[in-house]
């Protein structure tokens, strides 16, 4: 028996030496990084400020930190960690994607902040919202922040700013995802996600983030086709899968769950799944365009570009979203 174990011992030792001297021979060869996912090249400040995560596809790198302050925390979000909560405090999970993170703009200007202060004001009492959009971001990606991470803050209030990146192409998310493969062409992100969730599906993830030689394999193994991927990231019967799931979770811990109907330069296709979730399913909408498109006239210029609103529509967005909350 004990022979037999030596032996066992010996083997494993070997095989663990070859692939170790396998691994190491593949970085001076094939040396294969991890890709640095949706990094933004017009905006160099942010190149390789955003990192692969299993469940996620990426994030924002924790623990950022430029001319002396934090632009990203621990927490992979923008702005400074939260503190405890103080007494009487009302604290807000802004969830959302490129338009929540509101990267071309200082922190102070981005909506989150503005309803912060608009919510103190009128409150009369401590209110903070944490700023946790990040840019590319789905509704499916905004759920499982929430489900991961997001109710450990402890908010109150949870709000979504989702649209534009649920109607894009799942080849959208390929491209952008280090881990993505054949076994997730065509997927939506919720079915992607949940097919991580599986353990054999984690332990892969696991390999390929620690080992050259796996990434380098994965690659060889990726088919072209997965840049033609056709569907949409979240087709209405998921977003309302997940809709369901987070009001679930926000009734479960006693928090109130608010949809924004986000405004875009054009965002007609967007709007009516989410107006429909007040009229048909009884969530609490807060309609943006409806609300701001006789303030605005024009929309096009209060917008950088097609998706991302410049500072003074921020302002008027914080300010809407607080009135209405007020009004509820």
Known sequence: MLRVLKIVLVNVVLTATLL??????SRLLVPTPMPQPLVA????QWVGKREFHPLLFWRMTPSVDAEGSVVINRLGLRGPLPGPRQPDELRVLSLGESTTAALALPLDQAYSAVLERE???REGRPVRVINAGTGGYSLAQGVTFARLHGFDLEPDLVLTYF???DFTRASFRSRRDAN???????????EVIRQRSRPLSRVQSWLQQRSNLVRWAAERKTPPEIRRAGRRR??????????RELALMCRDRGARLVVLVPIYRDSARHEGFLRELGESHGFEVIDLP?????????????????????????????????AQLEDA
């Open 20 to 25: 170790v001297a396998i691994e190491g021979v």
């Open 234 to 243: 979240v087709p209405a019967e998921d977003r309302l899968v997940l809709y």
């Open 41 to 44: 090249d017009e905006l160099e």
């Open 290 to 322: 409806r609300l701001l498109d006789g303030e605005l006239g024009e929309r096009a210029p209060f917008f950088f570009d097609a998706l991302h609103p410049r500072a003074d529509l921020h302002q008027r967005i914080g300010v809407t979203i607080a």
């Open 119 to 121: 919510l103190a004001a």
């Open 180 to 190: 993505a493969s054949g076994t997730s062409l065509g997927l939506t992100d919720l």
């Open 163 to 165: 649209g534009y990146n």
